[in-house]
């Protein structure tokens, strides 16, 4: 159970992000809005009303300054940065922020996209595997035969992402932690086109909303399952909702905030799935998990020459072409118009930090430990900083 003081913040906290969502939805007409995700059903924490920017200014401030008192390290660190993430999105409304300052203010990372070399690095796994496989030819063709391969039929995408749910979730009670509810209660697969993401976890309707658009293979669908279900978002949502509703957490957890210190974390626990779960059994899979680092890699390339070096829509669009080896053109599209939207673009930097700090983690963590480990990664709200200050005897203690 969190400390007092963490739960006498979290109750402000909420209720003021909450009013700045209201002001940020009735300014600029965005339907998505800052919080994206609010479980607080029975509405026992109003959102605080707000005149203006400028009034949220000082309760953010005043909220940072509290957060600098907490009794815990982690704590101190992940409530200062939200305070921070969120001043830095009122300044945003205000009188504006360059890209490069809104990827260091909304998500405390380098204001940089993936380097090149690592970008290399990662062509270079990609094309020992397939190698390996005995793909012949250059990456682009050994990638494009390996697509073709493994690809799933578009009438039978549907019934192979519910049979892989279901299957994640088995797999996530037997080798991490109890889910607090029955199965009916679980993610069902919505089919969608001309959307700006490659599938969605809806949590109050529990549907995952797959984009049909890019092509798709199994390893991505059984990627897709475990990060938009378990023990992705779908668990992370339903153990913060439990733990809210037993006063396990504070009611923050309540709220999926966007562009804020806990959104690389977020998307972190999600992608690395698949290794917590120990569910990357082939080679297909190994391979498919190196083309998702990439392609969240060559995601940020896209985004830092549109927003921060200018380049026309068309002339990135190209660029990503060249750069993606598998998706098609559904995928180039729907990265385009996920860059594309002001209001979210920076996030697109939160799956390339996410898996690089959140793995490396739990690959590090003892057998002894993995299970207070959990309770610390999935029971608090954590930014990249925070979640690397896990200490076991503080956690045993």
């Known amino acids: 159970m969190p400390p007092d003081p963490t739960s006498a913040l979290g109750e402000p906290l909420t209720r003021a992000l909450m009013g700045v969502d209201a002001l940020y939805l009735h300014e600029s007409g965005d339907e998505d809005g800052l919080v994206v995700l609010n479980m607080d059903a029975e509405g026992r924490h109003p959102p605080e009303r707000f005149d203006d920017y400028g009034e949220a200014v000082g309760r953010f401030e ?10 815990e390290d982690d704590r101190r660190v992940y409530y200062a940065q939200v305070c921070r993430s969120t001043l830095a999105f009122l300044a945003w409304r205000t009188r504006g922020l360059s890209f490069t300052d809104q990827l ?3 998500l405390h990372v380098p204001a940089a996209p993936a380097p090149e070399g690592e970008l290399d690095d990662l062509r270079g796994d990609m094309q020992a595997f397939l ?30 992402l519910s049979s892989l749910l279901g299957e994640a979730w088995t797999r996530t009670e037997e080798r991490l932690l109890e889910i607090p509810a029955d199965r009916t209660d679980g993610m069902r697969v919505e089919t969608v086109e001309g959307v700006p993401y490659n599938a969605r976890c809806d ?18 669908l059984k990627h897709l399952a475990v990060h938009e279900g378990c023990p992705g978002h779908y668990v992370q949502f339903k153990l913060r909702e439990h733990l809210a509703a037993h006063g396990e957490a504070p009611a923050d957890v309540l709220l999926s905030v966007v562009n804020t210190a806990s ?3 977020f998307e972190g626990i999600a992608d690395a799935g698949l290794e917590m779960l120990g569910w990357a059994d082939s080679d297909d899979d190994r391979l ?13 390339g896209a985004a830092w020459r549109l927003h921060a070096l200018g ?3 068309e002339k990135v669009a190209d660029w990503l072409r060249e750069q993606t080896l598998v998706g098609g053109e559904g995928w180039v599209q729907n990265r385009m118009r996920f860059i594309s939207s002001p209001s979210r673009a920076a996030l697109i930097w939160s799956y390339w930090w996410g898996e690089r700090v959140v793995a490396p983690l739990w690959r590090g963590v003892n057998a002894e430990h993995r299970a207070d480990f959990l309770r610390f990664l999935y029971g608090r709200m954590h930014s990249n900083e925070s979640v690397a200050m896990f200490d076991p005897e503080k956690a045993e203690a």
């Open 62 to 71: 005043a909220l940072e300054a509290e957060a600098g008192g907490l009794p």
């Open 104 to 106: 260091s203010g909304f």
């Open 131 to 160: 190698n390996q496989m005995g793909h012949g030819g250059d990456l682009r063709r050994q990638a494009a035969d390996w697509e073709a391969r493994t690809r799933v039929p578009p009438d039978e995408v549907h019934g192979v």
């Open 203 to 220: 949590y109050l309707n529990r549907t995952v909303e797959l984009n049909v658009d890019p092509v798709l293979t199994r390893p991505g």
């Open 263 to 265: 959104s690389s974390v």
């Open 288 to 300: 498919h998990a190196v083309m998702n680092r990439y392609r969240a890699g060559i995601g940020t």
């Open 311 to 313: 380049w026309p829509f």
